[in-house]
């Protein structure tokens, strides 16, 4: 596609519920982000996603956090028994990242926001 | 770790007047350096960023930054404020060895007719 998508672009659910937030790149970025922005924490960083390598997990707040990236392409982003503190906008971010350095762009998508009651 | 502070949270000039958005960072050794762009409702957008080729980095609709590593900083510039400039706008280095993206905590640029 033209850019990275997030779906949906805006969740409310219940305190307890299990949450699964969808990213698409854009195509043939080789990485993949997450982040959170939420108006206590600012804009912050929970996981990275590089070819085949396994995932740096080092961002995520907790074990109720997780996610997965299917084919080096899609990604979800799953939340299990949410909190209200998990209310934030949810950003996810590719990259085209052939080796070393660090200084290739991040490409955002627009963002899910979720709300939990 | 890497970080960037960001000096003011809210920023406010008038339209046709400059804008000096102010960001310092911390690191151990050059950093990749960037300026990242908020408007309401919308996704984050590329400005510039430092990479060590130039310490004068000119990006999209006229701002630019200057890296300067006797100062620690890297503030952001634009010599005439245009309405659609009013925007949240984020400091952001590169952990290198995470590359994962670290922000400043933002500043909140009003543009005034």
């Known amino acids: 596609g033209a850019g990275v998508s997030q779906s949906p672009s805006n969740k409310v659910t219940e305190k307890g519920k299990d949450v699964e937030l969808r990213c698409d790149p854009i195509?043939?970025?080789?990485?993949l982000y997450w982040y959170r922005q939420s108006l206590g924490q600012g804009l912050e960083f929970l996981i990275y996603f590089q070819g085949n390598s396994a995932p740096d997990k080092s961002g995520l707040p907790s074990d109720r956090f997780s996610a997965e990236r299917t084919g080096g392409s899609v990604s979800t982003l799953t939340i299990q028994r949410t909190q209200q503190e998990d209310s934030a906008v949810y950003l996810c971010?590719?990259?085209?990242?052939?080796?070393?350095?660090?200084?290739?762009?991040?490409?955002f998508g627009p963002g899910t926001r979720l709300l939990v009651l | 770790a890497q970080s960037v502070t960001q000096l003011d949270s809210h920023v406010s000039v008038s339209e046709g007047t400059p804008v000096l958005l102010r960001c310092n960072y911390s690191s151990s050794y050059s950093p990749s350096l960037f300026w990242y762009v908020q408007h309401p409702n919308k996704g984050l957008q590329l400005l510039l960023k430092?990479?060590?080729?130039?310490?004068l980095v000119k990006g999209i609709n006229g701002f630019e930054a200057e890296f300067k590593k006797s100062e620690t900083s890297f503030h952001l510039t634009k010599p005439s404020a245009h309405m659609s400039d009013a925007a949240e706008y984020f400091c952001?280095?590169?952990?290198?060895?995470?590359?994962?993206?670290?922000f400043g905590s933002g500043t909140r640029l009003q543009v005034q007719p």
């Open positions: 971010a590719s990259s085209f990242h052939p080796s070393g350095g660090g200084q290739e762009t991040q490409y």
């Open positions: 952001v280095v590169v952990d290198t060895g995470r590359r994962a993206l670290t």
């Open positions: 195509s043939g970025h080789t990485a």
């Open positions: 430092y990479t060590s080729a130039a310490t």
